[in-house]
Structures are given as C-alpha cells and as structure tokens.
C-alpha cells in the first residue's frame, strides 16, 4: 500500500514542476497580468501594488519583502514610478536575484514606447513625479504586446525546455491582442481628435493610441494637487475650447474635478489606469474593454 502511494504521488504532474516554476514578483497588476498571460502554468506571479492604488505613492509592508525573498524575478515599471517605496523591500529582501542589476531584475520600460522624456537637465525639485519620461506606458497596447515579448524572451532564457510553449503563448497573446486592438480603435473612431482634461499625466500613451488629445491637468505638474489658480485656467480652457470630459483616475479625490466639471458643464469620467482596479478589470484586456467602454458612453451623452 505504501510504495502504491509513493507511485502515485510520482504521478502527479505537480509534485515534480511545482518546485521548478518560475517565481515572479511584479511591481504593479499591469506587468503581473502580462506575465501570466505568457508564462502560463511555467511561471507563479504575484504583484505588490494593488490596480485601485496611485503606484506613486504605496505603503510598504513587511509582506512585500517575504514575496521579493522568495522571488525569482521582480518585474518594475521603471521612470521612477516606484522609486518612493519599492527600492528599499528590494534592499531588504536581501535577494541577490532581484537587486538592480541582478539576473531577475527586469525594468519593462526599456523594451516601450516612452513619451515626455525630459530634453534639458532632471530635476524633481518642483515635486514633479514623472522625471524620466511618462511611466504610464502600459496604457498602450503596443507596449503590452513589446513587453510580452521580452517576458517571454526572458522566460525562455530562464527555461530553456519550455521555450516552444512561451514562443507559442506569446504568439497567441499577440494574435488576440491585435484582434482586441482593431475592436477597441473602431469603438473609438467616430471620437478621433476629441480634446480632455486628465487629472495625473496618466494617460498620453493611450490617448495618443486611441485618438483623443490631451490640452490640460487638473495636477499643476505631475504628483502636485490642484491650486486655484491653475482649477481656474483649466475652467476657462475648456469653455474656450468646448472641451467636456475631465478623466480622473480612482485614487485622487473628485472634489475639484467635479467643481470644474460643475463650472463648465463638463463631465468627470472615472477611467480604471491598471488591471485589478476593480473585479471588471481582471486581465490586460478587461483594461482597455473598461475604459474605453466607458469613454464611448461619456462621449456619446456629450454630443
Ligand atoms: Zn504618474
């Protein structure tokens, strides 16, 4: 009865793989919801930030560095978008692989699309929270798709033998992305040049993406809330311009966008900016079928 039971236990697919999947830690929601999409059942992913929170802005807890130690992989979104809270876990996870530089480091913005990069010489002195160019370049879908194939790339080079299954788990991510993409661009098609206003710089990689033009920020300057003066020249820029939406993100307070919107008889859009924001944005595309769906709606009420 015993050696039937070790037999057994032989059999089981998962007591020989589980030990040799690879451990990813994502920095945000977006990269973990690309890793799964490549990796499969070849990779475990785990992510820190949580979709609903400003990925500027988190508070560390001790549990992250338990889930850095035992990483294999840390995928970080890069730009300085984390640089106020994920640099010291990865300090003090104290894992070789995961330290900048390391074998497991991997910083996605290198293989993207990057918008707002600085000409002249870096400075976060003004506060500015976008030092490096626009660290919101997952909002393009061309940069998901670059970023999935680095992830299987990288996977592939980590897992030699499962190489054919991540070429083949990407190539069918690709293949449904550029079906998803034709749906999402024709949705917003009859709304081509329509101007807004966006709360943070969230947002330049998918609006350039989908059509819509970007004149104002309810911040002053990235990461700085909203003065005064500057609610009033955003007022007095969409009266001149009949601009009507206001996209804000889910983690800033909507009381001076709803004051701008209430002045200038616009309308406040809450747009999800990251996979997990909410139980309707669970995948890469459950994002983008969100946000534009609700973009369609807004626009169509303000004809
Ligand atoms: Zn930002």
Not at 146 to 159: G, H, P, V, W, Y
Not at 181 to 208: L, Q
Not at 286 to 291: A, C, E, N
Request: charge should be neutral; aromatic fraction near 8%.
């Amino acid at each position: 009865m015993r050696l039937f039971c070790i037999a057994l236990l032989a059999a089981l697919p998962w007591s020989s793989q589980a030990a040799s999947k690879i451990n990813v830690i994502a920095a945000t929601e977006d990269l973990a919801a690309l890793a799964r999409e490549v990796g499969g059942d070849a990779v475990t992913v785990d992510s820190i930030a949580r979709g609903y929170q400003d990925p500027h802005f988190v508070e560390p807890k001790p549990s992250f560095i338990l889930k850095l130690q035992k990483a294999d992989m840390l995928l970080r979104v890069g730009l300085d978008l984390e640089i106020g809270w994920l640099p010291p876990l990865i300090t003090q996870s104290r894992n070789a692989k995961v330290q900048r530089g390391g074998p497991g480091d991997m910083d996605m913005s290198q293989f993207c699309q990057i918008l707002e990069k600085p000409t002249g010489p870096v400075s976060r002195a003004q506060g500015d929270v976008h030092p490096l160019g626009n660290p919101h370049y997952w909002l393009d879908p061309d940069n998901g798709r670059r970023m999935a194939k680095a992830l299987a790339d990288k996977f592939s080079a980590i897992q030699p033998e499962n190489a054919a299954a991540f070429a083949q788990r990407y190539a069918d991510f690709d293949k449904r992305l550029t079906t998803a993409v034709k749906g999402w661009e024709a949705k917003m098609a009859p709304y081509k040049g329509h101007k807004v206003i966006t709360y943070h710089r969230s947002w330049p990689n998918f609006c350039d993406r989908f059509g819509m033009v970007v004149v104002d920020y309810v911040e002053p300057k990235p990461g700085i809330p909203p003065s005064p003066q500057h609610t009033l020249d955003v007022e007095n820029t969409m009266k001149q311009q009949g601009i009507k939406l206001i996209l804000v993100e889910p983690y800033f307070d909507l009381k001076t966008p709803n004051k701008i919107a209430a002045d200038v008889g616009g309308q406040v859009v809450v747009l999800m900016p990251s996979v997990g924001g909410n139980k309707e944005t669970a995948t890469y595309f459950q994002l983008f079928d969100y946000d534009i769906n609700l973009l369609v709606n807004a626009f169509s009420k303000t004809k």
